[in-house]
């Protein structure tokens, strides 16, 4: 009885917070059929979200980018056509479309007609190498590749290595010799045909960010209507309004921002190439209630000169969601300071989904704080024996959410420990239940038997009036076994060595804590979503 009773007040819960928010909304009986009608056809996933918005507003603006406005009428059309076109141009059923394109409305039609076909959608990092891209592909199975025509030399090598690969051209500058196939001209030559009811339903598989080694394939179900009120209780979306979605949309994080967006029937407002000045500048001229970004993009618009942010009012805003790395605490505290108490910090995964939320007077309590767990999701912090650590005691951080992790596409798993999924990362929890993710398992090191977590390090450096950015990491040490080496980017016109920084950590951590080596660079190694690619920094082995 108590079970049932519960269950009953979540639901209820639910239904007050997608009322509040707008998602939900009252409609014509008429509209409330083809809704039905949709979920029967389409079942849910990643995409049925558009296809219930273009039954809710189909005239309404859904997506803008820099070449207009397209409604989400417009979108079901379009994708419709794509897919129609994919099936001709391969002669059969496709099981995986790989994507490599931008922010951009081909990204968009992309995703939607690999739903509509029932194919996997193998989201592709914008970062990739031609042998990246080629490894993926090859895992992945993937035989019908989308890319904008900037990749076309990353392609070269899984057109060597992928036997019968059809390509298709996203975005474009220039005209296409005839016969080139590209993702406007399938949809011109298609418009108003619909591919076959596929025999399955279709998926995405997000890849891993890959910072330290080859990224992974992973698939979730996704959660249900539970989750999104979850999110909505620390984040205040509100439903038909406009967002901007700088964030990477092949990234886990851009992704959900997008597929949250059209859940919410919010149009979506984004650029190609995220540039800070005319990030700033889409949100004042659509009136953008809504801005979703990496913290590398919160960072560098705080670096603009102030006159170039005084331009800039961002009166409409009512949040910033941000996730994907760590946020620099200045830039963090500098954003609120000039433009409100906006920030939320969201604490993910790809294989878990929404963990966490700083809301805005957490990070004014604690800039780097990872916040408190979304409504439904469960957080403990275990030692190496799976026993809870007190307050305040770091340990390994295990999640059990709404958002369940359907595994690797190469077959692996996460581990659990007693239904608890082993999150990868190391923190610590206050005694207000305010999380702090400390680094990943593997971040720690043994330097001359002392146990050191680089973030620490990071943090004591970050706060230098001359450092712009800093990353530190262990590498091999014959006597120690390991030592930290810190990677230090100055800020414009700032001046510090090596042994000034030495000395500002010496003054504020023990001397193990040191690092030996500090090395000055022009700008840390970052892929497309802005983590820094630890592999790449000079001096560490890959």
Not at 77 to 105: Q, Y
Request: with cysteine; glycine share 10%.
């Amino acid at each position: 009885m108590r079970t049932v009773l519960q269950r009953l007040r979540t639901q209820l819960w639910v239904l007050r917070m997608l009322v509040a928010s707008r998602m939900l909304v009252l409609m014509s009986p008429a509209k409330y059929l083809r809704l039905v009608r949709v979920l029967r056809q389409q079942g849910t996933n990643a995409t049925t979200s558009f296809a219930l918005a273009a039954v809710r507003r189909p005239d309404g603006p859904a997506f803008v980018d820099e070449r207009g406005t397209l409604t989400w009428q417009d979108l079901q059309d379009r994708s419709a056509a794509l897919a129609a076109g994919l099936v001709e141009v391969t002669g059969g059923p496709v099981e995986t479309v790989a994507i490599l394109c931008r922010n951009h409305r081909g990204f968009v039609d992309a995703l939607i007609a690999s739903s509509r076909l029932g194919a996997s959608a193998l989201l592709l990092n914008t970062g990739f190498s031609g042998p990246q891209l080629a490894d993926v592909m090859e895992r992945e199975g993937a035989r019908v590749l989308l890319y904008d025509e900037e990749f076309a030399g990353v392609v070269a090598d899984a057109r060597a290595r992928v036997e019968g690969l059809v390509e298709v051209l996203g975005w474009t500058d220039a005209p296409l010799p005839d016969g080139t196939l590209s993702i406007e001209g399938l949809i011109a030559q298609h418009t108003g045909r619909v591919p076959p009811k596929p025999a399955q339903r279709g998926r995405v598989v997000l890849l891993t960010s890959g910072t330290t080694g080859s990224p992974k394939g992973a698939r979730r179900s996704g959660g249900g209507a539970d989750e999104l009120a979850g999110m909505l209780e620390k984040i205040p979306w509100r439903g038909e309004e406009t967002v901007v979605v700088a964030a990477p949309m092949f990234h886990a994080w851009g992704f959900g921002q997008l597929v949250v967006a059209a859940t919410m029937t919010c149009t979506v407002v984004t650029r190609r190439r995220f540039d800070p000045e005319a990030t700033l500048a889409l949100v004042d001229e659509h009136r953008a209630s809504g801005l979703s970004v990496v913290p590398v993009m919160l960072e560098r618009i705080m670096d603009l000169p102030a006159a170039t942010l005084d331009r800039y009012c961002l009166g409409s805003l009512r949040f910033v969601s941000a996730s994907g790395s760590r946020m620099r605490p200045q830039s963090v505290v500098a954003f609120m300071d000039r433009f409100g108490d906006l920030v939320h910090n969201s604490y993910n995964a790809t294989e878990a989904g929404q963990i966490s939320v700083a809301r805005p007077a957490d990070l004014r309590h604690a800039p780097d704080t990872a916040g408190r767990a979304v409504r439904g999701t469960l957080l403990r912090v275990v030692d190496d024996a799976g026993r809870d650590v007190g307050t305040d005691v770091v340990g390994r951080i295990l999640v059990r959410g709404a958002s369940p992790f359907d595994g690797y596409t190469a077959g692996a798993s996460k581990e659990f420990i007693d239904g608890y999924m082993v999150s990868g990362d190391v923190g610590r929890l206050d005694a207000a239940g305010r999380l702090y993710v400390v680094g990943r398992d593997d971040d720690m090191i043994v330097s001359g038997g002392e146990n050191v977590y680089p973030i620490e390090v990071e943090k004591v450096l970050g706060a230098h009036p001359a450092v712009r950015e800093v990353v530190v990491v262990g590498v091999d040490d014959e006597a120690f076994g390991q030592r930290l080496a810190a990677y230090v980017v100055l800020g414009e016109g700032a001046s510090a060595d090596a042994d000034e920084l030495r000395s500002h950590v010496k003054g504020r951590l023990a001397g193990y804590k040191v690092p030996r080596d500090v090395v000055l660079l022009d700008a840390l190694p970052r892929n497309a979503s802005g983590k820094i690619m630890v592999r790449e920094l000079p001096g560490v082995a890959s």
